[in-house]
């Protein structure tokens, strides 16, 4: 069954970080993604163009385009004239240097939604500086609450940044342009900086600054490991349990479950009595592994699961029933989402070999430019 974006054509200027994720969940919802491919492959930290093992690049073509060239190029703005999205991630004028800029490809293909992610955006003071995820959340306050009380902040790998400031809002911005063009035949320009995302993923927190609900000292409120009853505690095998049971109708049950009783339990809320029952919450946990835990709790509203790593959490039996992880390609790898009743994603294709499909993808071209005539 073709997938929900099937007859979607996206080009991907090949980059690191957030565009090939984006590209991933275009591909796995039916688009055709053609990936364009710099001539040095060695150039890719990221190691895309090995197909055994990139999981960001399944369901893609890959067509190799040197865009330092004047045929290169022109190649490009001719695959760009048959093509609904184009998705790029470099530094502000970049591709406006190599003549492939949105103002040339929009005036090639009026229709085309033009998508750009970088760090900082396409304009302001840091746009034409170098940076990583850890710097763009950190400028836009995301960072700065991922701490327990009195150390750094910790890096949350690059999922705030790259993924959920960079991909998600991206695709979100291709999504839109894509609806308003329905309305007036008209293509536009997505600028997304993860900056931006970032920043607008602590919209919440915002608001509970301003209710005086959330403390501006890091460490110290009840969604980041201060409350006892909102953090991961450490078991007897050194493996690791979470529990967030915030409600206090939830609250009730871990007490139950764990024999919390006494008055010192009542009040929920109590920040005074805070660092007094995470201690004994870390001695208790202690006491048992992390499965014997998980057998206790397992089936009630205490609002707990266990601290799985990248190769436990495949074969944990929740996952396995609903099939949040797959054998795909020779690789076990995320299950494409979100789930669609009648057109749901499927992994597609393997990773493209670096320039795998250019031979196949320069012969659609010339064919279509043959029927244009």
């Given amino acids: 069954?073709?997938?929900?974006?099937?007859?979607?054509?996206?080009?991907?200027?090949?980059?690191?970080?957030?565009?090939?994720?984006?590209?991933?969940?275009?591909?796995?919802?039916?688009?055709?993604?053609?990936?364009?491919?710099?001539?040095?492959?060695?150039?890719?930290?990221?190691?895309?163009?090995?197909?055994?093992?990139?999981?960001?690049a399944?369901?893609?073509?890959?067509?190799?385009?040197?865009?330092k060239s004047p045929e290169g190029a022109d190649t490009l703005l001719r695959l760009v004239e048959t093509?609904?999205?184009?998705?790029?991630?470099?530094?502000?004028?970049?591709?406006?240097?190599?003549?492939?800029?949105?103002?040339?490809?929009?005036?090639?293909?009026?229709?085309?939604?033009?998508?750009?992610?970088t760090g900082w955006g396409q304009e302001g003071p840091r746009a034409r500086s170098a940076g990583h995820d850890i710097n763009y959340i950190a400028l836009s306050g995301a960072l700065h609450n991922i701490a327990r009380p009195g150390q750094p902040p910790t890096p949350p790998l690059n999922y705030v940044g790259d993924y959920a400031g960079g991909s998600l809002f991206l695709l979100f911005g291709i999504f839109c342009a894509l609806h308003e063009l329905q309305r007036s035949g008209r293509g536009q320009?997505?600028?997304?900086?993860?900056?931006?995302?970032?920043?607008?993923?602590?919209?919440?927190?915002?608001?509970?600054?301003?209710?005086?609900?959330?403390?501006r000292e890091a460490g110290t409120n009840i969604l980041d490991g201060s409350a006892p009853h909102y953090d991961v505690y450490c078991c007897a095998d050194g493996k690791y349990i979470s529990i967030a049971p915030n409600e206090a109708k939830f609250y009730a049950v871990l007490r139950d479950k764990l024999g919390l009783?006494?008055?010192?339990?009542?009040?929920?809320?109590?920040?005074?009595?805070?660092?007094?029952?995470?201690?004994?919450?870390?001695?208790?946990?202690?006491?048992?592994?992390?499965?014997?835990?998980?057998?206790?709790?397992?089936?009630?509203?205490?609002?707990?699961?266990?601290?799985?790593?990248?190769?436990?959490?495949?074969?944990?039996?929740?996952?396995?029933?609903?099939?949040?992880?797959?054998q795909a390609n020779g690789l076990t790898q995320p299950s494409p989402a979100p789930r669609l009743s009648r057109t749901p994603g499927t992994i597609g294709a393997r990773p493209p070999a670096h320039g795998e499909h250019t031979q196949e993808i320069l012969d659609e071209l010339r064919t279509a430019i043959t029927a244009e005539r």
């Fill in 261 to 326: 009783t006494g008055a010192d339990w009542d009040e929920q809320h109590d920040r005074a009595l805070w660092p007094k029952r995470k201690e004994q919450l870390t001695a208790l946990f202690a006491e048992r592994t992390r499965d014997e835990w998980t057998a206790l709790l397992e089936g009630t509203d205490a609002c707990f699961a266990p601290v799985l790593d990248l190769v436990e959490a495949p074969a944990h039996p929740d996952n396995i029933a609903r099939e949040v992880y797959t």
């Fill in 189 to 215: 320009v997505v600028d997304a900086a993860i900056v931006d995302g970032a920043a607008l993923l602590t919209a919440p927190f915002q608001a509970m600054l301003a209710k005086g609900l959330w403390n």
């Fill in 83 to 117: 093509s609904d999205v184009l998705i790029e991630g470099f530094r502000p004028g970049v591709m406006e240097r190599l003549g492939v800029g949105p103002q040339v490809c929009l005036e090639r293909n009026p229709r085309l939604v033009y998508g750009r992610v």
């Fill in 58 to 67: 399944r369901g893609r073509r890959s067509i190799v385009l040197d865009l």
């Fill in 1 to 56: 069954m073709p997938g929900a974006l099937s007859g979607l054509r996206v080009l991907e200027i090949k980059g690191i970080g957030p565009g090939p994720f984006a590209a991933m969940l275009l591909a796995d919802m039916g688009a055709d993604v053609i990936r364009v491919d710099r001539p040095d492959p060695e150039n890719d930290p990221a190691g895309a163009d090995d197909p055994t093992h990139a999981v960001l």
